[in-house]
């Protein structure tokens, strides 16, 4: 094909200008966002309004240390949801840099390299082998074969001529040819996938959750503050006394450390998981791993190695499968960089065979439909011939080539035939079957999970007998469905589309299911933005990375089991978190409330109750640094269950620390070392709970992480020391201290043994 400096009709310059000015570039535009108001709206959500509305109700109660240190929380929270998030955009920036492109067009006549982005419909364009297609376009001259695996999900490339589209990001394998643009920016293939990308997103399920568990300890606090209240006003109890204790119990039921804590235990695994291979650039989806029933996996790059491979040799008649490779590899030319003909290269060199000294070679031609080499044995010229079984056969009059072949093709493979012998008398040597290996450790790890409780389901768009053959090869069990029956419980869903992949997701998200999507290709890209947890793999494009939660950085998908079996660990890490919250929020409100009502004084002052939950929220933060075991099924937030298992337990804590108040006025203790007292019974059992509730198991069945045993030593030693000494309180002897301790192991240890039975309604 010439490609002249003067020996084209394509668009002028100036017509070229109009029209981009009209289309617009050839690109996807991305809503720009200032790095400012990214970080606003780390502010702007249900979890940081309860936040920012405790911080007003401090201010305006003058607590300005309990002021500061929300607004400190505040602040963590954003710069790190807002560093993580420009981590993510600044990487998939550097990947989208790589991938600018430049295209050959025809402008006032003649052939020039522009950027692939001033591309407008109308251009004259021409790609050859190695090229990215950089827009739609229709063939007009010229023949190649096109790899489109990353738009479609066919493993197998695909040959084009005059007439055909060829679509943009596709990649061109063998050939050359000259078209006309028809499609650029948002309206090309890509650029409509991309826009499906934008449109599609899941929504986190952590802020649902903590908003209906703070429902009900803010309706347990506001029966309790409106009895408190009815009783004050009884007695003839000033408002002025009252008020700044009905608001420490308001304030008290907002989980202050929630959203802290788990983004700190998130961040924690990210980076575990970054160590991995695993990059995480959407913190919400470690949480949704956990949760994950659903994992839509598709098949090319994913499964499999998208390369093809020989799988199968089978020799005709008196011939072997050595001298069938031999002429197969004398008909094949690894200069092509023809994928067919570097698999069989490929394959013969594996099994050690001696290439056939080659006089003359002529690459495969879609017209003839096959690939041509010759050489010379005792003076005579033979030939190799390498192509379509039905081309092969006939030139051999080979009848039985047709059952042989349709028995092959069953399995999913793509089948050639190959013939050699002295010119014009080919014999007909056999067939070879060519297919997209799997990848080796996709077996093993699809077993894990399913072991774990993830239902696995292959989504491709290959035809339904690959389909079959590769998930009878993962053990993927389940029906085999097509694309009209997307709406179908299926294990594989074959000759799928972009759109359909997406709608997949969405019928079992609707379902009440938490799916992930693995992918690598454009076609992926909807359904990984789609999904709770979108893991593109290490060989994905620009897009399905942008798209995606996860991205992997190395082969394989065992980066994608370690994103489950991490996610499950943050997820028990914070039923912890959460069990002990709930519980001490229960204790302290009852214990307040009641203590008020059945005794008529303050059983702990407002300010010890501020510093009990500062200090308990110090040492439960280090939870997200715990040793826990991850859950073997799929974890789900039960919050009526957790609710009431808390309560039970709150229940239980309550008994001790009336019994401490009790014991303490039968020692004669004054109020205000009563009120010492009772302050240390509360962070001590509440320590106590933190250790009791971690493990849903007997609290020896595994070892605490080293922070939670430092900072938990930490807290005893500041809060005994305070009480010793006398600061802040009214000091108690050390013995009573030491008595008190060792009181309240002895009562964990016994409330142990029915925490097992409660809690086991609770385990996956």
Not at 4 to 25: F, N
Not at 41 to 53: N, Q, R
Not at 466 to 492: F, Q, R
Not at 506 to 533: C, F, H, R
């Amino acid at each position: 094909m010439n490609m002249g400096q003067a020996d084209c009709t394509g668009l002028s310059q100036e017509e070229a200008k109009r029209r981009l000015q009209a289309v617009g570039a050839n690109e996807v535009q991305e809503a720009a966002q200032t790095p400012w108001k990214t970080f606003a709206l780390k502010f702007w959500a249900p979890v940081p309004w309860m936040l920012e509305a405790t911080f007003v109700l401090e201010a305006a109660l003058q607590k300005w240390p309990e002021a500061v240190i929300i607004f400190l929380l505040l602040l963590f929270n954003g710069i790190l949801g807002f560093t993580q998030e420009r981590k993510a955009q600044n990487a998939l920036a550097l990947l989208r840099e790589r991938l600018r492109i430049q295209a050959r067009v025809c402008r006032d006549g003649t052939w020039r390299s522009i950027p692939a982005a001033e591309l407008v419909p109308g251009d004259l364009l021409h790609v050859r082998m190695g090229d990215i297609v950089p827009a739609d376009m229709q063939i007009t001259e010229g023949q190649v074969q096109v790899d489109q695996s990353a738009l479609t999900g066919e493993s197998l490339p695909v040959d084009l001529a005059a007439g055909a589209t060829l679509y943009s990001a596709a990649i061109v394998r063998r050939g050359e040819a000259t078209g006309t643009v028809t499609a650029t920016g948002k309206n090309s293939y890509f650029g409509k996938t991309a826009e499906l990308v934008r449109g599609a997103g899941a929504k986190s399920h952590l802020e649902e959750l903590v908003l209906r568990i703070v429902r009900y300890l803010v309706a347990m606090d506001v029966i309790l503050a409106v009895a408190i209240l009815t009783y004050a006003m009884l007695v003839g109890l000033p408002l002025a006394t009252i008020l700044p204790f009905v608001l420490i119990l308001l304030v008290a039921s907002v989980p202050v450390a929630l959203p802290a804590t788990f983004t700190l235990a998130t961040a924690l695994a990210s980076l575990r998981l970054a160590q991995r291979g695993v990059l995480v650039t959407r913190l919400a989806a470690i949480e949704e791993a956990a949760a994950m029933r659903d994992l839509c996996s598709d098949k090319t790059g994913t499964l499999t190695q998208n390369r093809l491979s020989l799988s199968q040799v089978q020799a005709w008649s008196k011939h072997s499968s050595e001298e069938l490779l031999r002429y197969a590899v004398l008909a094949s030319d690894s200069a092509t960089q023809d994928p067919i003909d570097l698999a069989i290269i490929a394959a013969a060199q594996e099994r050690g065979l001696t290439a056939l000294p080659r006089d003359g070679f002529i690459p495969f031609d879609p017209a003839t439909k096959r690939s041509e080499g010759t050489t010379s044995i005792a003076g005579t010229t033979y030939r190799a011939l390498k192509g379509s079984p039905q081309i092969i056969g006939q030139l051999c009059n080979e009848p039985q080539w047709q059952k042989a072949t349709e028995t092959l093709a069953k399995t999913g493979a793509r089948v050639l035939a190959v013939a050699a012998g002295p010119d014009g008398s080919p014999d007909f040597l056999g067939l070879l079957a060519l297919s997209d290996p799997i990848r080796p450790d996709a077996k093993d790890v699809v077993g894990q999970l399913q072991n774990l409780g993830v239902r696995v389901r292959m989504v491709t768009g290959d035809s339904q007998a690959t389909a079959e053959t590769v998930a009878a090869s993962l053990g993927i069990a389940g029906p085999v469905c097509n694309h009209h029956d997307m709406s179908a419980d299926c294990g594989v869903y074959a000759g799928v589309f972009p759109a359909d992949k997406f709608h997949l997701v969405q019928g079992l998200q609707k379902k009440g299911s938490i799916v992930g999507m693995t992918g690598d290709g454009v076609n992926d890209a909807p359904a990984l933005k789609q999904a709770e947890m979108g893991v593109a793999v290490e060989s994905a494009t620009d897009v399905a990375k942008a798209a995606a939660s996860l991205v992997l950085t190395t082969p394989g998908l065992q980066g994608v089991l370690d994103a489950v079996v991490t996610g499950r660990r943050v997820y028990q890490r914070m039923l912890t978190y959460t069990l002990n919250k709930i519980v001490k929020v229960f204790q302290v409100a009852l214990f307040l409330s009641l203590g008020f009502l059945f005794f008529r004084q303050f059983v702990v002052t407002p300010l010890l109750v501020l510093l009990l939950l500062f200090a308990n929220d110090f040492v439960t933060m280090s939870l997200a640094e715990d040793h826990v075991c991850p859950s073997p099924k799929p974890d789900r937030w039960a919050v009526r269950t957790l609710v009431l298992s808390s309560l039970a337990i709150a229940l239980a804590w309550l008994v001790y620390i009336f019994g401490v108040y009790l014991i303490g006025r039968q020692l004669g203790l004054s109020t205000h070392s009563l009120q010492s007292l009772d302050f240390l019974g509360l962070v001590f059992s509440g320590l106590a709970n933190v250790f009791l509730v971690r493990e849903r198991q007997h609290l020896w069945s595994s070892r605490p992480g080293s922070f939670l045993l430092y900072a938990s030593l930490g807290d005893v030693v500041v809060v005994s020391t305070l009480a010793i000494c006398g600061w802040l309180m009214a000091p108690l002897p050390w013995s009573l201290v030491l008595i008190l301790l060792a009181a309240t192991v002895a009562y964990t240890l016994l409330l142990d043994q029915i925490k097992v039975p409660l809690l086991r309604q609770l385990r996956a």
